[in-house]
């Protein structure tokens, strides 16, 4: 087991925490569903991004054949691309 991967690991856990408590004390005041459902896909996938690279570190320093965990960078790849999409569809939403 890697020490420094397991450090790095729980630094971004730390960091998904402290994100998903910044994110649920933020008000957002739109009443359209679509942007409800747009911001809620946006906060996941800022909040699980830190998540999803403290379980890529981790995984990387426990497994005993970590080459067969490649597929997981497509997670946080994922939710980066979903955030960023939430983003640019919430920045051309109409106001209320």
Known sequence: M?????????????GG????AKWVRRPFLSTSMRDQVLYALH???RVGLWF???????????????QRFRWYIYVPIAL???QLLA???LGRSRSD
């Open 87 to 89: 983003a640019i569809a």
């Open 2 to 14: 890697n020490v420094f991967e397991v450090v790095v690991a729980g630094l971004l856990a730390l």
């Open 43 to 45: 906060v996941t996938g």
């Open 80 to 82: 980066a691309i979903m």
């Open 52 to 66: 999803a690279l403290a379980g890529f570190f981790l995984g990387y320093a426990v497994l005993d054949e970590p």
């Open 17 to 20: 925490v402290l994100s998903f």
